[in-house]
T-cell receptor
Framework: GESVGLHLPTLSVQEGDNSIINCAYS??????FIWYKQESGKGPQFIID?????DKRQGQRVTVLLNKTVKHLSLQIAATQPGDSAVYFC????????????????FGQGTILTVHP | KAGVTQTPRYLIKTRGQQVTLSCSPI?????VSWYQQTPGQGLQFLFE???????NKGNFPGRFSGRQFSNSRSEMNVSTLELGDSALYLC?????????????FGPGTRLTVL
C-alpha cells in the first residue's frame, strides 16, 4: 500500500521555559527506556535512560518519568535553551529471556522541539 | 574514547546496484546494531551482531544483510537497490547487547537511490 509520511508532533517553547515531551509505548514487557536527541544531519544522541523498576530519574536539566500503568514515558527539560532544538525520540527495549535484548530498540515517532530565543 | 564511526557519510546509487556500508563501534563494544531511518517509517531495526554472529533481525527483506568482523567492525550490504531504500542508515554499538546496555549511535550514512 501507499506509505504515509510520519507527521511528527511539534513543541514550540521560549528560551528558559520548561519543556515536556511525551511518549506512549506499546510493549508491556519492555524493561528499559531511553530518550535520544537527534539534531539535523546527526545520529541520535543518548540523553537519559530509566529501568522499569524506577518511576523517575534525573540528569542534568532533564528528568524522565515512567508510568507503567498507562505505558507512558515523559522527558522534562528544565530551562530549555536554543541548543535543545532537535527531534526527541523515546525508545524501548524488551526484556527477553536472559535479560538480552539482542540490540533491538523500538523507537517512537519522535517529537520536534523548537526553542525560540 | 572515539565514538561510533560510519563510512561513507553519503552515497548515491542507482536502482539495481548494491551497496556496502561500514561501521566501527566504540572501542570495547562487541555488539553492533543497524537501523534504517526514513521520513515515512521512522527508525526501524535491521539486525544486530555480536561476536561475529547475527543474533537478531528485523522485518526487512533478504536483500539486506550484514556481517561482523573479529575486531567488532560491521558492514551491512543492500543488494538490488530499490528507490525505497533511500534512507539514513544508522549503526549503534553497545558493550554486550544486554537489555540495559546503552546504545550509542554513529552519524549515519545517507543513501540516495536514483
Amino acid at each position: 500500500g501507499e506509505s504515509v509520511g510520519l507527521h511528527l508532533p511539534t513543541l514550540s517553547v521560549q528560551e528558559g521555559d520548561n519543556s515536556i515531551i511525551n511518549c506512549a509505548y506499546s510493549n508491556s514487557a519492555s524493561d528499559y527506556f531511553i530518550w535520544y536527541k537527534q539534531e539535523s544531519g546527526k545520529g541520535p544522541q543518548f540523553i537519559i535512560d530509566i529501568r522499569s523498576n524506577m518511576d523517575k530519574r534525573q540528569g542534568q536539566r532533564v528528568t524522565v518519568l515512567l508510568n507503567k500503568t498507562v505505558k507512558h514515558l515523559s522527558l522534562q527539560i528544565a530551562a530549555t535553551q536554543p541548543g535543545d532544538s532537535a527531534v526527541y525520540f523515546c525508545a524501548e527495549s524488551p526484556d527477553n529471556a536472559g535479560g538480552t535484548s539482542y540490540g533491538k530498540l523500538t523507537f517512537g515517532q519522535g517529537t520536534i522541539l523548537t526553542v525560540h530565543p | 574514547k572515539a565514538g561510533v564511526t560510519q563510512t561513507p557519510r553519503y552515497l548515491i546509487k542507482t536502482r539495481g546496484q548494491q551497496v556496502t556500508l561500514s561501521c566501527s563501534p566504540i572501542s570495547g563494544h562487541r555488539s553492533v546494531s543497524w537501523y534504517q531511518q526514513t521520513p515515512g517509517q521512522g527508525l526501524q531495526f535491521l539486525f544486530e551482531y555480536f561476536s561475529e554472529t547475527q543474533r537478531n533481525k528485523g522485518n526487512f527483506p533478504g536483500r539486506f544483510s550484514g556481517r561482523q568482523f573479529s575486531n567488532s567492525r560491521s558492514e551491512m550490504n543492500v543488494s538490488t537497490l530499490e528507490l525505497g531504500d533511500s534512507a539514513l542508515y544508522l549503526c549503534a554499538s553497545m558493550t554486550r547487547g544486554r537489555t540495559r546496555d546503552t546504545q550509542y549511535f554513529g552519524p549515519g550514512t545517507r543513501l540516495t537511490v536514483l
